[in-house]
């Protein structure tokens, strides 16, 4: 089965940029039939947050995805002890005793004298009475994994082949002096446990996945599937932060902006595909296509979520926003939806136009315009109206006064809505009615 894991940490809220790899995972799935499993990566207890894992949740189900599994990796540290103690008997982990400062100064020694600041194993010649010795000192091991230092290979479903060359890399720390675990072997011993068939994210992980599959294989498993996709950078071209709040998913969704709007956006900006709506997420998903994702940065564009919102909005069938009006406590019908249709760029806008036609509003007359105003609330036509009204009413109004273009219009338009701007009067004035205009007129 297809099997595929999104899994933040809980330290903070997720943005467009994670929602990102949340989606191509989750469009991946769908169309495959396959499942989607929300992992948190939750095994620093002192910087994870219940809170933020529930808004994690929130957000995705938003977006209208729907976890198959959750599962925290707080919870699950038996297997990880289980792993790391193969990993030991097999010779493959080691502890080491250097401190963060003595680390340091290697790196900087180093670099210095022209060498990859990489970590020169020096942990492996101490012996048993070193290592007792620095532990009566209070020193605690934190625990690294051998790599073997070979070229990595792997055919990646974004970037094509790929290879990763782990002699140029640090043996990774596995294990924390604490005994907490890092990101690395609890990642892969869940997407082992889970049968993770295609691992998905983005390619600032491509270097780790050399060491991660020289992992897989000393603990005998099966290479899953990897996926490696661009990056979502802002305007400026810098990435995205957890906590950049204006596009975070939480702040995304009280700007008013459409949970699929948000999704293709994410989605597919830095594709070879138009970003152009779609009907659902189902349907985006049967269009998803993992080869079509470019190589160069995905550029995030306010602009662009502007545009596709309005378009989404603007196409939304009465049938659709009914039960969103009523939960608004709006109790309008086909013919207002109509009328402020091609003026709404974000659903939330319905509510000024409908307090525009509900009232009170407070019309605008010059001093130069009463007497035209007078005039038109006298040729009034009687209802019932329709959208003819509006120019039946204009033409009369036209002979009468001599009146045309802007002069004739914009007065009112100024004294119905109170507004020089809005939705066309030919479809408002049948919502507004005869007894709000005679009103407004007055």
């Not at 097999?90 to 003595?102: F, K, M, N, S």
């Not at 022209?114 to 625990?143: C, F, K, M, S, V």
Request: with cysteine; charged share 25%.
């Amino acid at each position: 089965m297809t099997r595929v894991r999104f899994a933040p940490s809980p330290t903070g809220l997720i943005h467009i940029g994670n929602a990102r790899t949340a989606l191509f995972n989750w469009l991946f799935a769908l169309k495959a039939s396959g499942e989607f499993i929300l992992r948190f990566d939750d095994t620093d207890a002192e910087r994870s947050r219940p809170e933020f894992a529930e808004a994690i949740e929130t957000d995705l189900r938003w977006l209208g995805i729907a976890p198959h599994r959750i599962e925290h990796q707080s919870k699950r540290g038996a297997l990880y002890d289980a792993a790391r103690g193969r990993l030991v008997a097999a010779g493959r982990l080691y502890p080491c005793y250097e401190t963060p400062d003595e680390l340091d100064r290697r790196r900087k020694r180093a670099r210095a004298q022209g060498l990859p600041p990489i970590y020169d194993r020096a942990a492996l010649q101490l012996t048993e009475a070193d290592r007792a010795r620095l532990e009566d000192e209070g020193r605690r091991p934190h625990w690294r994994f051998m790599l073997d230092g070979s070229a990595v290979a792997f055919d990646d479903l974004i970037r094509g082949p790929q290879i990763v060359h782990t002699d140029a890399m640090s043996d990774p720390v596995l294990v924390r002096e604490d005994g907490s675990y890092l990101y690395t072997l609890p990642s892969i011993v869940d997407d082992i446990e889970m049968g993770i068939s295609h691992v998905i994210r983005g390619e600032d992980h491509v270097t780790n996945t050399g060491a991660q599959i020289e992992l897989i294989e000393a603990l005998g498993a099966k290479l899953p599937a990897f996926a490696h996709h661009n990056l979502l950078v802002d305007a400026k071209g810098e990435g995205l932060s957890k906590r950049l709040g204006s596009l975070s998913i939480g702040a995304l969704r009280e700007a008013g902006y459409e949970p699929l709007a948000v999704a293709l956006v994410a989605t597919l900006t830095g594709t070879s595909e138009p970003v152009a709506p779609h009907a659902s997420l189902p349907g985006l998903a049967e269009a998803f296509d993992l080869s079509t994702v470019s190589r160069a940065p995905a550029r995030f564009d306010v602009a662009e979520l502007d545009a596709i919102n309005t378009r989404l909005v603007r196409a939304l069938a009465y049938e659709a926003i009914a039960p969103r009006l009523a939960a608004m406590g709006i109790s309008a019908g086909q013919t207002f939806w109509d009328a402020i249709r091609d003026n709404v760029g974000k659903f939330s806008d319905v509510a000024a136009w409908h307090a525009l036609v509900a009232g009170p509003v407070t019309p605008i007359v010059a001093e130069a315009d009463r007497a035209f105003i007078a005039e038109a609330r006298a040729a009034l036509p009687e209802e019932p109206w329709d959208e003819a009204t509006w120019e039946g009413w204009t033409d009369e109004l036209k002979a009468l006064t001599s009146r045309k273009g802007k002069a004739l219009y914009h007065p009112l338009r100024l004294a119905l809505t109170g507004r020089p701007d809005g939705p066309e009067l030919r479809s408002l004035l049948p919502v507004l009615g005869r007894r709000a205009c005679l009103d407004r007129l007055s």
